[in-house]
């Protein structure tokens, strides 16, 4: 079993920095894939970021080179580092994790919010 808290948001101006945390417990598992998600006022939930159990890692385009995912396994979280934040990356941010023989599991979201 498998449970994650997301932390790390907040509100900020645009071109500031936040950095979100993952925080997995349940014991030792093996996490194939690990992504964080954003769902803005009004839109679909998107993917954002993911990192495979390879350390490949994929971005949106309107993310990349300004925000960077990755992972601590000696502390079982991961992590999204966001920098140059703009008012479009407000919304609510999820992690989720793919884990052989579990399936998936979503956090509970924390909101980021960008002002001009």
């Known amino acids: 079993q498998v449970q994650l808290v997301e932390s790390g948001g907040g509100s900020v101006q645009a071109g500031g920095s936040l950095r979100l945390s993952c925080a997995a417990t349940?014991?030792?598992?093996?996490?194939?894939?690990m992504g964080w998600y954003r769902q803005g006022p009004g839109k679909e939930r998107d993917v954002i970021a993911n990192?495979?159990?390879?350390?490949?890692?994929n971005y949106a385009d309107s993310v990349k080179g300004r925000f960077t995912i990755s992972r601590d396994n000696a502390k079982n979280t991961g992590y999204l580092q966001m920098n140059d934040l703009k008012p479009e990356d407000t919304g609510v941010y999820y992690c989720a994790v793919i884990v052989s023989s579990i399936g998936t599991t979503w956090g509970k979201g924390t909101l980021v919010t960008v002002s001009s």
């Open positions: 990192i495979t159990r390879d350390g490949t890692v």
């Open positions: 349940g014991g030792r598992f093996s996490v194939n894939l």
